[in-house]
């Protein structure tokens, strides 16, 4: 299947997996795509598979990933140094801060290129560089991520199914479709009607310190993911030496709240950013395609957005061939315009901060609708 093809970067080690489990053939007689998948879809999105394999934009270059992490490297290293030659006085520990929330947001970027296998051709060399990003740079789970975000790219905005969208209906009410279901049943978690209001102070700058903070570190306990737990805490092992032995320890709790408030609230927009605004519902089972078009958009290319959203700007792209590396996205999002417009896809692509605004208004839309079912119905 697509999703199969999307994930496994080496299709022959997993097929020795597979063949202990096959159970048969289907019968002549029985269909190969089920009815709620377009079958001439699926036939030209593996006929662009097959061509994007060809002019191989599967294959990584290492010197781009290189330089993303000499970047994060130095700008890691440069947060300290700004501290430790021009002292801890307001402005620059003001400068350190930001360093630091760059370097930060820029190593999650790279590990999620690391986690989609993108940027080695051997499948190890990718998992230990994505531990030394995700768990020594960062502090935080590889294997966690990997867990939750393989859900999310399977079913992407379909509820129960995609784990980014389990704030609904607890903090949010998310879509237009759930939102009336919660305002017929009179259900009221939070004031879903001022739920534009409150997202700014609640998911962008709580996110990281809070629910990411935490979760990490119990996904990684209770599925004994002893590896990354030993990694990570070499994160705060450095982090605490080394940032310790400048600051005092109030200024040093502001420090690393303050960093991961501003790298959430970074991640949280951007990411969002993509989603949020589009279809969100229960699964369709529809095919691979129509799936990832319906629950994705672009944001404008720049060099700007390439570098400040790690190229998730070209969001759709990245849900076809999730395993790409980033700097071809560009050059195979000419294919999936012509793809959508051949069989009438919408394919959406706007400016950044219209994207972000976007959030903003979809938000107030299902509050409104849930108000108005709330009170009505």
Known sequence: QDAFV?????KVLVSKYLKPLQIGELAPDQPSIEPTKNERLVKDFRELRATVERMGLLEPNQLFFFLLLAHILLLDTAAWLILFYFGTSLLP?????LVLTISQVQASWLQHDLGHLSVFRKTKWNHLLHKFVMCHLIGASAKWWTLLHSQHHSKPNCFHKDPDIDMHPFLFTLGKKFSVELGIKKKKYMPYNHQHKYFFITLPPLLFPTYFHYHTFYIAYTKKYWGDLAWMLTFYIRF???????????????????????ESSWFVWVSQMNHIPMDIDYDKNLDWMSTQLQATCNVEQSLFNDWFTGHLNFQIEHHLFPSMPRHNYWKVAPLVKALCAKHGLEYQCKPLLTAFADIVHSLKNWGELWLDAYLHK
């Open 6 to 10: 999307a994930f496994h970067v080496d």
């Open 93 to 97: 520990f003001v400068f350190s801060l």
């Open 240 to 262: 605490f030496y080394t940032y310790g032995s400048l600051l005092e320890a109030k200024t040093l709790n502001c420090l690393i709240s303050l960093h991961r408030m501003l």
